[in-house]
């Protein structure tokens, strides 16, 4: 009985990864991510994370999916990589509300016995981060003002309690055309208990070349910024113990790690 077991995992030649291919660009990707794809029988993804790996893509057969689709394509997914090697690709990192979740989910669900590795990926908040110098360089935390799948009672509550702890914070999903009022409801609970003078930086397409923007202001100003802020922004909020250095659109943050107390240079 065992030898009958071990024969049919050994004969299992289905594999699925589910990729976080990075911010935008194909230099982003881990090279293990890389070679994943290449070597996979099928690629599935969401349109626009699949045209950010397009270059990667020649005799694999592509499953082109859609935004609120995710659970079809997850389950689509772990079907298909029963027989086959599948990558799916997700944005940023997988697990940073990513397609990670729920393709483990959907496994479990349907007890399904198929080999799953996530590869990571460089996230929003670290690619935003290296845009704006060293913003967070201390404890952060990282919050989604997407209210589809999180009651907005609990994301307020967060909000509250980061801010109160002193967090650096990181916004996700600041809007969207029906979320139109949820940054400017955050920004509004985070100046109750934050400092106005502490640096906040935007950047909107980070690491996607040329339609990279950022913008660089204070808490007590960052509203003004508020029709620029769409869904392809990121937000960090940093904390008064932050500095901005630098001018002319050159701008950059520096959060101190606290080698200040301890060495002089
Ligand atoms: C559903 S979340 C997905 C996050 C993704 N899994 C990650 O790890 O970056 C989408 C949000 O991430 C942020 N985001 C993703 N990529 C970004 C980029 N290149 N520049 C700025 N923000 C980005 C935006 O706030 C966007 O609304």
Known sequence: MEGLQLQSQTDKKGKLYVIGIGPGSVEQLTIASRDAILNSDYIIGNGTYLDQVKELL???????????????????????????????????????????????????????????????????????????????????????????????????????????????ISLYNPKSRQRNSNFRRAIEIIQKTRDGSSPVGLVKNALRGDSQEMKVTTLDKVLDYDDWVDMRTMILITTPESRIWGGNGMEKIITPRGYQRKYDY
């Open 58 to 168: 020649n005799d694999q057969k592509i499953i082109r999916s859609h935004m609120g689709k995710e659970v079809d394509r997850a389950k689509k997914a772990v079907e298909l990589a029963e027989d086959n090697v599948v990558s799916m690709v997700s944005g940023g990192d997988a697990n940073v509300y990513g397609m990670a979740g729920l393709v483990l989910e959907v496994a479990e669900h349907h007890e399904l016995d198929v080999d799953i590795e996530v590869l990571p990926g460089v996230t929003a908040i670290t690619a935003g981060a290296s845009v704006l110098g060293a913003p967070i360089v201390n404890d952060f935390a990282v919050i989604s003002l997407s209210d589809l799948l999180t009651p907005w009672e609990r994301i307020e509550k967060r909000l509250m309690a980061a801010s109160e702890a002193d967090f650096i």
